[in-house]
């Protein structure tokens, strides 16, 4: 079990298993997206209450599920950095940190102007709203600290204890809306139990669900790559990758 | 179709500026990291490439061993 | 797994557990500065500040709603099915204003217990249905369209 898991590490092994799924992950990330968002915005009825305006829960959560879900991977990845030294790891939060920022704002952004017509107000400090700009800001501090620290191995323990420590913020996100009196409302998509929607609204919004984490696949892996290939580029196998044409 | 004519689709009953807004963000944004990102990618490889050419400029596959045997052959003169 | 990094795994594991707890208690402490909104309960039971810019929040209260027709005043109760707070309120309510419909209150509360409000915002639940369902469920529960999913939604804390 230990040897996959440090085989899991090998930049190498990793180009290649990356290069097998992307073109799947690409395909099968928007043709998904794609449906979900078409369904919902054209052919998805409209909410009893708040009208149309509530299309916008199409993109808003997948992004918000998005820029939680790639934080925990973030987190995990920084613990494999400080127990294991793999720089597979290290990599991967290097790669990731700016598409997790991409989607905090997105959904910041969304639920902002989501807001106005809804609730009358473009922004409101309670809890929810509050601790994902301190995510948005987590997003940010990791990806400056990385860039502020030029030694390789310094940056990524940095960056790996710095992600660890924002982890706490993740379940505060999470219950905000149960635990404190907020004005967001609980989660309407919910994995565990029957949802609190329409199945005829539910389907879209599973599908560009799904449709974005694959594409988040896609992404992260080319953006690994392109991470290997500055750091590994004085390797032989690396040399013989490029040489022979390989992306 | 949830709307009887296309205007309507664009006017969502006066909700259209919001959704519209989001959506339009969502895609420039999620497109422009996309677009950037493999472009950056194919830079980068070009670059890596460059760098190989330029070691040796005979552009043989097998670098070190090539390396090597040019080596050996100057100090034979 | 080797020695050394069993132990780098514990450290992190009270890294991270210590700096939960922190937080933890933390946010326990400062709940009642976390908390957006007072609730109609505490707001009767004396412990919301009088005079001090403050929220309350809730359901507004089936047929409380009373709007004069000369101005845009109107006046209505709060209510979590336990007590109630009574609002006024100058200005353009949100168009997902209505009876039965959840509702956030800026303002401050006077020396009478009546919430003077200068921002109304509303508060939907996280339940979405086409129109259709909704009357249909409005229907055959006679007129309680809030939550058709479920009860819990009313009595916890979905308003």
């Given at each position: 079990m230990w040897q996959f898991f440090h085989k899991l590490g090998s930049p190498k092994w990793f180009f290649g298993i990356a290069n097998r799924f992307m073109p799947w992950l690409l395909a099968g990330g928007l043709i998904l997206l794609v449906a979900g968002l078409v369904w919902g915005l054209a052919f998805a009825p409209k909410d009893y209450l708040q009208g149309n305006s509530y299309r916008i829960i199409f993109i808003h959560v997948p992004s918000a599920f998005l820029a939680q879900s790639i934080y925990i991977m973030m987190a995990s990845a920084a613990v494999v950095t400080l127990v294991?030294?793999?720089?597979l790891a290290d990599v991967f939060v290097k790669s990731v940190a700016p598409v997790g920022l991409l989607f905090t704002f997105l959904a910041l952004f969304t639920g902002a102007v989501w807001g106005k017509p809804t609730w009358g107000t473009w922004w409101v400090w309670d809890a929810r709203l509050t601790s994902m700009l301190i995510l948005l800001f987590l997003y940010g501090g990791v990806i400056a600290l990385d860039r502020s620290i030029n030694d390789e191995k310094s940056a990524a323990r940095a960056v790996a204890v710095l992600v660890l420590v924002g982890v706490v913020n993740i379940p505060i996100i999470k219950y905000s809306v149960n635990w404190w009196n907020t004005l967001h409302q609980p989660a309407?998509?919910?994995?565990?139990?029957?949802?609190?929607?329409?199945m005829e609204m539910w389907v879209p919004l599973l599908l560009s669900v799904l449709g974005l984490y694959l594409l988040f696949g896609w992404l992260a892996c080319l953006r690994m790559k392109t991470e290997i290939l500055v750091r590994e580029r004085r390797t032989r196998w690396v040399k013989e990758l490029v040489l022979a044409g390989r992306k | 179709m949830a709307f009887e004519s296309f205007s309507a689709f664009l006017a969502m009953e006066g909700h259209g500026p919001y959704v519209w807004t989001c959506y339009a963000v969502f895609v420039i944004l999620v497109a422009g990291t996309v677009f950037w990102s493999a472009k950056r990618h194919q830079a980068t490889y070009h670059m890596c490439k460059r760098g190989y050419e330029q070691e040796n400029?005979?552009?043989?596959?097998?670098?070190k061993a090539a390396a090597t045997f040019t080596r050996v052959e100057i100090s034979q003169d | 797994m080797h020695p050394i990094r069993k132990k780098r795994l514990t450290i992190l594991i009270f890294l991270v557990a210590g700096l939960a707890v922190a937080v933890g208690l933390t946010t326990y402490a400062l709940r009642q500065n976390i908390n957006l909104f007072y609730d109609p309960t505490e707001i009767a039971a004396g412990n919301a500040p009088v005079d001090v810019r403050i929220r309350a929040g809730g359901m507004v209260e089936e047929g409380s709603v009373k709007r004069d027709p000369e101005s845009l005043s109107v006046r209505f109760r709060v209510t979590n099915f336990t007590d109630s707070v009574s609002v006024e309120y100058v200005g353009i309510l949100p168009d997902l204003f209505a009876e039965g419909q959840g509702v956030v209150a800026m303002g401050r509360l006077n020396n009478d217990g009546l919430f003077v409000a200068d921002q109304v915002l509303a508060k939907h639940d996280e339940n979405y249905m086409p129109p259709e369902v909704a009357d249909a469920l409005e229907k055959s529960s006679k007129g309680q369209h809030k939550s058709p999913y479920a009860d819990k939604a009313a009595e916890s804390q979905a308003y």
């Open positions: 294991w030294r793999m720089k309407t998509f919910k994995l565990t139990e029957k949802p609190a929607m329409a | 400029p005979k552009g043989q596959n097998v670098p | -």
